[in-house]
């Protein structure tokens, strides 16, 4: 199984980015993909979920209404769309995947099977 990240960057406040999730090696139908940040010094916590199979979906109270998550099943890919960005959005971005469906549980990292190595997002002026 892998995961690979890609997207992130530079923006200013107020900006948009989308990440990518790229996953080989398990079916969307099977797994639920998640979104989780770090920030220096902070816990890695997470920001949403997104199950393929069934469009169930989950997401953390400070990002509903400018992050949203979406799919192409034929590419495998997941995506994070992040729009009015801030600066505490700063932080290492990473996908990890899950069996089942997206529940108020996807914030959770226990529950995740497999992890992507991280892309950066920095919002600064």
């Known amino acids: 199984v892998q995961l690979v990240e890609s997207g992130g960057g530079l923006v200013q406040p107020g900006g948009s980015l989308r990440l990518s999730c790229a996953a080989s090696?398990?079916?969307?139908?099977?797994?639920?993909i998640g979104w989780f940040r770090q920030a220096p010094g902070k816990e890695r916590e997470g920001v949403a979920c997104f199950s393929p199979g069934d469009d169930s979906s989950y997401y953390l109270d400070s990002v509903k209404g400018r992050f949203t998550m979406s799919s192409d099943n034929a590419k495998n890919t997941v995506y994070l769309q992040m729009n009015s960005l801030k600066r505490k959005d700063t932080a290492i971005y990473y996908c990890a995947a899950h069996q089942g469906i997206c529940t108020s549980y996807s914030g959770a990292r226990y529950i995740y099977d497999y992890w992507g190595q991280g892309t950066q997002v920095t919002v600064s002026s």
């Open positions: 090696g398990i079916s969307f139908d099977d797994y639920a």
